[in-house]
């Protein structure tokens, strides 16, 4: 498998994004941004790996 990463940056290649398919993605920059507009607008973000929320599911 060949090294997706660019400047320490996981890419993804021919991504879907609404109508659009875009040749290269970044989930990490669209996260960033996307957690400082919630942030500013007085929201809290939290993260949690998939295996976290699938394992501990069923004590909520």
Do not use: A, W
Request: with cysteine; net charge positive.
């Amino acid at each position: 498998m060949p090294n997706r990463k660019f400047e320490g940056r996981k890419f993804r290649r021919q991504h879907s994004i609404k109508n659009y398919i875009v040749d290269f993605y970044c989930p990490e920059e669209k996260d960033s941004k996307r957690d400082l507009e919630l942030q500013q607008l007085g929201f809290t973000v939290l993260r949690f790996e998939n295996k976290m929320v699938f394992d501990f599911l069923h004590r909520f």
